[in-house]
């Protein structure tokens, strides 16, 4: 199985979560597993490979939460909080796992038929609960918008990859909330 992890640092509310991330990201990072550092989550679209599953360790879900959101993914044209949806209507992603916190919101009706239909679906609410085994790449996205220390973070683990990690990139995009065009 392909499986893609993708660190929203928007997940870490506490320091005791930046520790453990930093524990993950180091296995990888001495692994030479190849690493990617976005700032807004979307970007992740087309780093994913078909028949993925993707790994999320993240405080919101992204597969679309109101109806502008879901017309951008029919369109193909993902945001940041509709990128999931649209990598399952239209990259053909076998599962998605969601690491979520205890307090994260999920709404049933935002639960689409498309990622009701992936052959694997998981909501889990710890890290060891999921297989972080044979993972093909690794993608860390800031979310800078959305807590206050993540930048922090990010330039922490971005620091830490280059110095261990050669397979370490950052992407460099003019408009990181721009949806993506197909």
């Known amino acids: 199985m392909k499986k893609l992890l993708t660190i929203d640092l928007d997940w870490i509310q ?3 979560q930046f520790m453990d991330i930093l524990s993950i990201c180091m296995n990888f990072f001495k692994k030479q597993t190849p690493t990617i550092f976005i700032n807004s989550h979307h970007e992740i679209y087309k780093y994913i490979e078909e028949g993925s599953t993707i790994i999320n360790i ?13 017309k ?3 369109a193909n044209h993902p945001r940041e909080g509709s990128w999931v949806l649209a990598a399952a209507i ?4 076998k599962g998605y796992i969601w ?3 205890y ?5 049933p009706d935002q639960i689409t038929e498309w990622v009701r239909k992936l052959e694997n679906f998981q909501i889990r609410n710890k890290i060891d609960e999921v297989d972080l085994t044979n993972i093909y790449k690794l993608v860390i996205c800031e979310s800078a918008e959305y807590e206050k220390n993540v930048s922090l973070y990010s330039e922490i683990l971005k620091t830490v990859s280059k110095s261990i ?9 003019k408009n990181s909330f721009k949806p993506l065009d197909s």
Request: charged letters at 20%; glycine letters at 2%.
């Open 14 to 16: 506490h320091p005791r």
């Open 58 to 70: 993240d405080h919101h879900h992204d597969f679309a939460y109101d109806q502008a959101s879901i």
């Open 72 to 74: 951008g993914a029919l």
């Open 90 to 93: 239209h990259k053909k992603l």
């Open 99 to 101: 690491v979520k916190n």
């Open 103 to 107: 307090d994260s919101v999920i709404i």
């Open 165 to 173: 990690n050669t397979n370490t990139s950052t992407a460099h995009n």
